[in-house]
């Protein structure tokens, strides 16, 4: 069965410290998709990233950073010089082998980032 | 433009009662779903559409009905409403070109 944890409920971080949000994620399938929402305090669920079950490279977007280890079924998001903005709860989020765009999406519980200023 | 809306975007209701919650897309989108989040749990699949007519069955989906008639609209139906369903309700699109999901800006549902 998938199953996806979020083992940190909530961290808290002064402006620009780094902070790494963790994801551990079981699953059979030998193909599979990894996501990562951003949901701010308004409550939309925002889309950063997406990566494949076959593709281990880590992923820079600015002052996001994203680190896939299939070995240790890790998909670890890490925020670099973290702003007040960034607070927000993340979701990491597992789905299994897509076809033709369906997603059945198994979500961890979230963790909540609260940046101080 | 969205491109997915939810209606309503708050509800009380009394146990006991139906309640309807519609989604409603302009994308295309030939799949569409139905999440509820809860606190310590995440988003939870309820039901989703690959087609008009065309509905399954989700991780929690006693107590939840769905229905599609048309390709932009998907219904979800509490039959007799309880506490614990009170929730934030999310729609999902997906789609040719899309890759994850958009969602919809949810449904803070209240039982009382």
């Known amino acids: 069965a998938q199953k996806v944890t979020q083992a940190q409920t909530e961290i808290s971080v002064v402006e620009k410290e780094d902070v790494t949000l963790d994801c551990v994620y079981e699953?059979?399938?030998?193909?599979?998709?990894l996501f990562w929402y951003k949901q701010p305090p308004s409550g939309e669920l925002v889309f950063l990233i997406r990566r494949n079950s076959f593709d281990e490279q880590n992923e820079i977007s600015g002052r996001y950073s994203w680190n896939f280890q299939k070995s240790t079924s890790s998909f670890n998001f890490t925020i670099t010089a973290s702003q007040v903005v960034d607070s927000a709860v993340y979701f990491c989020?597992?789905?299994?082998?897509?076809?033709?765009?369906?997603?059945?999406?198994?979500f961890g519980s979230g963790t909540k980032l609260n940046v101080k200023p | 433009d969205a491109g997915i809306t939810q209606s309503p975007r708050h509800k009380v209701t009394e146990t006991g009662t139906p309640v309807t919650l519609r989604c409603h897309q302009t994308?295309?989108?030939?799949?569409m779903y139905w999440y509820r989040q809860d606190p310590g749990h995440g988003l939870r699949l309820i039901h989703y559409?690959?087609?008009?007519?065309?509905?399954d069955k989700g991780e929690v989906s006693d107590g939840y009905s769905v229905s599609r008639s048309k390709t932009e609209d998907f219904l979800l139906t509490l039959e007799s409403a309880t506490s614990s369903q009170t929730s934030v309700y999310f729609c999902?699109?997906?789609?040719?070109?899309?890759?994850?999901?958009?969602f919809g800006s949810g449904t803070r549902l209240t039982v009382v």
């Open positions: 999902a699109i997906s789609g040719q070109g899309n890759y994850g999901y958009t």
């Open positions: 559409s690959y087609g008009v007519k065309d509905t």
């Open positions: 699953t059979r399938d030998t193909t599979y998709y």
């Open positions: 994308e295309n989108h030939r799949y």
């Open positions: 989020a597992l789905s299994e082998a897509v076809w033709d765009n369906f997603n059945k999406f198994y």
